[in-house]
């Protein structure tokens, strides 16, 4: 468990002063903080960073870009093989499955445990203002007072795939100061597979009694969850049906090894301990830096093919090709950068 930090504090989590905080503290009063010094404040735990930090990775100038690459360096300066320790847990399903309710819960569960938790609940976008139509306060309950707790909403921007476009960066620097981070995507349905390319761990919800429970499944969703998740467990026999015929469906997949977990966040809560357990289980299986790793160069190279089609690939010599330029590349390195870097190559050819 991280130790947390109140945003007055300038000291190590186990007494004394330390200078970067003290520098940060300095410049919280007479300027912005810089990249690196945000950095530093969430590697110490200190929760209240992280607002200037979503609004740093947010920004899209080359100004802010650059402060990013360096909040990205000091996070992962003392970290777990390069990588921010914290587990980034998905939760994706279709509008009305229940995803907020049960973030609050989780929120709670994780809490109770001591552990400190981050949510960057991902909301469709306002035509009117272009930010976040719904706000978090509205979606899913917390304690505003509690050091351990920081929830965001973010706008998709329109984007598909559930997601908004600074999610990645946003979670995985918070991932440095918390023990969980949790994502909430949009909720529109099939198109959210992104998600699978950002976290570690992926829950898809599952709401009984709408139809057929395994349609939304369909389109490569079936390959995303690590977990399911059957809200509204306190409907009892139909519910439960849902969570037999779902674990069914991936018996026949060959995914044996996905758990399926049924839970009601209403009163009287349940499953959601087994829930938080069959997460970590996950977690426990993985080679984070490894993974991550992977990841961010599979969505570069994605990137790059959705922006510069066919054609950009083949000038680079064809996906494999493309795919051996990133290998050479630090474990490290961002997807931006990563872009930058099959760019560069295509520019040259």
Same mark, same amino acid.
């Given at each position: 468990?991280?130790? !947390? $930090?109140?945003?007055?504090? +300038?000291?190590?989590? +186990?007494?004394?002063?330390?200078?970067?905080?003290?520098?940060?503290?300095?410049?919280?009063?007479?300027?912005?903080?810089?990249?690196?010094?945000?950095?530093?404040?969430?590697?110490?735990?200190?929760?209240?960073?992280?607002?200037?930090?979503?609004?740093?990775?947010?920004?899209?100038?080359?100004?802010?870009?650059?402060?990013?690459?360096?909040?990205?360096?000091?996070?992962? *300066?003392?970290?777990?093989? @390069?990588?921010?320790?914290?587990?980034?847990?998905?939760?994706?399903?279709?509008?009305? *499955?229940?995803?907020?309710?049960?973030?609050?819960?989780?929120?709670?569960?994780?809490?109770?445990?001591? $552990?400190?938790?981050?949510? !960057?609940?991902?909301?469709?976008?306002?035509?009117?203002?272009?930010?976040?139509?719904?706000?978090? $306060?509205?979606? #899913?309950?917390?304690?505003?007072?509690?050091? @351990?707790?920081?929830?965001?909403? =973010?706008?998709?921007?329109?984007? !598909?795939?559930?997601?908004?476009? *600074?999610?990645?960066?946003?979670?995985?620097?918070?991932?440095?100061?918390?023990?969980?981070?949790?994502?909430? =995507?949009?909720?529109?349905?099939?198109?959210?597979?992104?998600?699978?390319?950002?976290?570690?761990?992926?829950?898809?919800?599952?709401?009984? @009694?709408?139809?057929?429970?395994?349609?939304? &499944?369909?389109?490569? #969703?079936?390959?995303?969850?690590?977990?399911?998740?059957?809200?509204?467990?306190?409907?009892?026999? #139909?519910?439960?049906?849902?969570?037999?015929?779902?674990?069914?469906?991936?018996?026949?997949?060959?995914?044996?090894?996905? $758990?399926?977990?049924?839970?009601?966040?209403?009163?009287?809560?349940?499953?959601?301990?087994?829930?938080?357990?069959?997460?970590?289980?996950?977690?426990?299986?993985?080679? &984070?830096?490894?993974?991550?790793?992977?990841?961010?160069?599979?969505?570069?190279?994605?990137?790059?093919?959705?922006?510069?089609?066919?054609?950009?690939?083949?000038?680079?010599?064809?996906?494999?090709?493309?795919?051996?330029?990133?290998?050479?590349?630090?474990? +490290?390195?961002?997807?931006?950068?990563?872009?930058?870097? &099959?760019?560069?190559?295509?520019?040259?050819?």
């Amino acid at each position: 468990m991280k130790p !947390l $930090r109140q945003s007055s504090a +300038g000291e190590h989590p +186990g007494g004394g002063s330390s200078p970067a905080l003290g520098a940060a503290r300095a410049g919280r009063a007479g300027r912005p903080s810089s990249g690196t010094e945000l950095g530093e404040r969430l590697r110490a735990g200190d929760l209240s960073a992280a607002p200037a930090v979503l609004n740093l990775v947010e920004n899209r100038t080359d100004a802010a870009r650059e402060e990013v690459v360096l909040l990205q360096k000091a996070v992962a *300066a003392a970290a777990l093989g @390069g990588e921010a320790p914290g587990h980034v847990v998905g939760v994706t399903g279709p509008p009305g *499955a229940g995803k907020s309710s049960l973030l609050s819960e989780l929120v709670r569960t994780w809490r109770a445990g001591a $552990r400190s938790v981050a949510v !960057l609940a991902v909301d469709p976008s306002s035509r009117r203002t272009r930010g976040s139509l719904l706000g978090d $306060r509205a979606r #899913i309950a917390f304690d505003p007072t509690d050091p @351990g707790t920081f929830i965001r909403s =973010t706008a998709a921007g329109g984007r !598909l795939g559930g997601l908004a476009p *600074a999610t990645r960066a946003a979670a995985h620097a918070l991932a440095a100061a918390v023990d969980v981070v949790l994502i909430e =995507t949009v909720g529109v349905g099939q198109a959210e597979v992104e998600v699978a390319d950002v976290v570690d761990s992926v829950a898809v919800v599952v709401q009984p @009694g709408s139809g057929d429970a395994l349609q939304f &499944l369909k389109a490569g #969703i079936m390959e995303v969850p690590d977990v399911l998740v059957v809200t509204k467990a306190d409907l009892g026999d #139909i519910a439960m049906r849902a969570r037999r015929d779902l674990a069914a469906a991936l018996r026949s997949l060959g995914e044996r090894d996905t $758990r399926v977990v049924a839970v009601s966040s209403v009163s009287p809560v349940r499953g959601m301990d087994d829930l938080v357990a069959a997460l970590e289980v996950h977690r426990d299986t993985l080679d &984070l830096p490894a993974m991550r790793r992977d990841k961010r160069r599979a969505s570069a190279l994605a990137a790059f093919a959705a922006e510069h089609g066919e054609r950009g690939l083949r000038v680079l010599g064809g996906p494999r090709a493309a795919a051996r330029l990133l290998v050479a590349e630090p474990a +490290g390195a961002d997807v931006p950068a990563l872009v930058n870097v &099959l760019e560069h190559h295509a520019h040259a050819r």
